[in-house]
């Protein structure tokens, strides 16, 4: 009896265990927690996915499979490590995970349009993303290019109090990843002064405050396996110039990293090679963070991008549950060589409200891109899927 | 100007916010199948089973505290280290007189616990439970739990009967005075109308149970 009244509170989660089928030989997962899906152009995308009582939706076992190749594996795990809520007039600050798992919003068929629900939890969907590539024939139809994209999406939803968050792991047939949030629901209500706020409702009576979410990814990639995964960070030189010299540095230890004009970072497999011989990566850029810096107690606000060696009980990037990890990013990044990187993206956006965003709150989305890098020797999509040109 | 947060008066400010917030996210109803479950593969989330046998496993040697309330079972997770091949779950469980987390790996296959590691300042999510617990706390408040009996009554047209009546959100709230050691949380409460109440300011102390309001 009493692990009975145990166990109702431990699967009193959204994430209390589905029926599964027995998963076919080779693969990491059964249904209804694996998706695999092969999207119009022939690239594949095959992964996992758990939700999780603290961290959410999380997705794992990331293998991408670009048309006419073979499958290369990409992430072992990405999850959302933190949405940090610090309001302008300095308090409150959130911390908004938050056990993500039971505060998961249940899905219509409506928030899931043409997709498949797995669970109440999360939907599985495919979309356009709009023209895959366009190129002119010059008058000759048999010369022209042009493709329309398509992306397999992820998501779920949590209500966090009066936000909701709507999570999207979106994979795109030409090989990317765009991890974003979008924040909706309803703003907190709250008045503050003038300085910190924005009026909104009738007059200048009601200032509702300003805030940021600083929203932080972890995700461990396995580029064809954990062994020998580098990450290198890419600069350009030149202010004012007319030239400009890439500046390639290699991260062999653990590093705190800023957005910078023109930065990008990849993590890259040097043994695994394309067609050409050259190193297949997966290049992170484009997050268009506010980049939010805290006081010196937030310390994990003070970075973009943080690379840390692979440790299973770092899980989040600030208040980190468990006992024999440090409890947050800044933190786990200090000096060790990094051997099996984990990549750690802080992105911020500041909302200030505006008349449109009384309820229900139109959905403000933030995130970034990890697109690949020499996975394949040319664009694999050039000659496949049904919007090719006619033969 | 400051927020008009009435903390003196015996009321609690209400946001004006109507919110479309859909909190119940109970089980799922596969329950009855759960007898004929293949085994786990790899990437699988714990099964129903694999959650009972954790729990049963990682609890055996805390069953008197557990009974006196001391510790509590927060919850139990996969364990997702890629370093192990086997089966894994820890078990999330809070000292509240130590004030420390302790969280027990088990390893399914051999049904035994292989790892504890146990510490103070450390304070993973609360648990649904402890969203409640909080809750009661604050309705136990001579002034803040007349607030919200009658933001209640005033939104629904009901008595408030139990905490549960109240949908609830807990975070943690770990920046000040003894909510830097005890297990502290701040709850968004909404009621019936799709308001929520501002809580802003106030902090459950799980540890103490106690009811504090911030100054700032």
């Not at chain 1, 209500?159 to 949030?181: H, K, L, N």
């Not at chain 2, 209400?14 to 996210?25: K, N």
Request: charged letters at 25%.
């Amino acid at each position: 009896m009493f692990v009975h009244l145990l166990l109702a509170g431990s699967l009193a989660v959204s994430g209390a265990p589905l029926a599964r089928t027995a998963a076919a030989p080779g693969q990491p997962c059964s249904a209804p927690y694996l998706i695999d899906e092969r999207l119009p152009n022939g690239a594949r995308w095959r992964l996992c996915w758990e939700m999780r009582t603290i961290e959410g939706l999380t997705v794992g076992r990331v293998a991408y499979t670009p048309p006419g190749h073979q499958q290369v594996g990409v992430l072992r795990s990405g999850a959302l490590a933190q949405i940090h809520v610090p309001y302008d007039s300095g308090e409150p600050r959130y911390h908004d995970i938050g056990s993500l798992g039971s505060a998961a919003v249940a899905l219509t068929e409506a928030d899931c349009p043409g997709g498949e629900r797995r669970g109440q939890y999360t939907c599985v969907l495919t979309r356009a993303r709009g023209h895959a590539f366009l190129k002119d024939g010059f008058g000759d139809p048999a010369e022209r290019r042009s493709a329309q994209g398509r992306e397999l999406v992820v998501l779920s939803a949590y209500q966090v109090g009066w936000y909701t968050y709507i999570a999207e792991w979106i994979f795109g047939d030409d090989g990317s990843i765009t991890p974003r949030v979008g924040a909706t629901g309803s703003l907190a209500g709250t008045t503050t002064a003038p300085k910190h706020g924005w009026p909104i409702g009738v007059g200048r009576k009601h200032f509702e405050e300003s805030h940021s979410h600083n929203i932080f990814w972890r995700m461990d990639f396995d580029i064809g396996g954990k062994a020998r995964d580098v990450v290198e960070q890419y600069d350009f030189s030149g202010n004012r110039t007319k030239k400009r010299s890439m500046i390639r540095t290699t991260l062999t230890r653990e590093t705190k990293a800023l957005n910078w004009p023109m930065r990008w970072w990849r993590v890259v497999d040097p043994r695994v090679r394309n067609a050409d011989g050259h190193a297949v990566s997966w290049e992170i850029n484009n997050s268009g963070s506010a980049e939010y810096r805290g006081p010196s107690d937030e310390a994990f606000t003070h970075s973009d991008v943080y690379v840390t060696q692979y440790r299973a009980c770092e899980r989040l990037a600030t208040m980190n549950p468990s006992p024999r990890c440090r409890t947050s990013v800044d933190a786990y990044a200090g000096k060790e060589r990094v051997k099996d990187p984990v990549l750690w993206v802080n992105v911020g956006f500041h909302h200030v409200a505006r008349d449109e965003d009384a309820d229900p709150m139109p959905v403000h989305w933030q995130g970034f891109r990890v697109t690949p890098r020499d996975v394949t020797a040319r664009n694999p999509a050039a000659s496949a899927g049904p919007s090719a040109p006619p033969q | 100007m400051r927020r008009s947060w009435v903390l003196a008066g015996a009321t609690l400010s209400a946001a004006v916010v109507a919110g479309t917030a859909m909190f119940l996210s109970g089980g799922e109803p596969q329950a009855s199948q759960v007898q004929r479950q293949p085994p786990p593969a790899p990437g699988d989330p714990l099964s129903q089973d694999e959650v009972r046998r954790a729990t049963e496993v990682a609890t055996a040697s805390s069953r008197a505290h557990m009974a006196s309330g001391r510790i509590e079972l927060l919850y139990v997770e996969r364990e997702d280290d890629k370093a192990q091949d086997d089966r894994r779950a820890e078990a999330y469980l809070y000292d509240y007189a130590d004030d420390a987390l302790i969280v027990r790996t088990v390893d399914l296959a051999e049904g035994k616990v292989v790892e504890e590691s146990k510490g103070r300042g450390v304070q993973p999510p609360p648990s649904k439970r402890e969203e409640l617990r909080a809750a009661e706390l604050l309705l136990a408040h001579p002034k803040l739990g007349k607030g919200v009996r009658a933001e209640y009554k005033k939104a629904s047209g009901r008595q408030l009967r139990t905490a549960a009546d109240l949908q609830l959100r807990g975070l943690i709230f770990r920046d000040a005075g003894a909510c830097r050691t005890h297990r502290c949380v701040r709850l968004f409460v909404r009621l019936p109308d799709g308001r929520f109440l501002d809580t802003s300011r106030i902090v459950i102390d799980l540890s103490a149970k106690k009811v504090q309001t911030l100054e700032w």
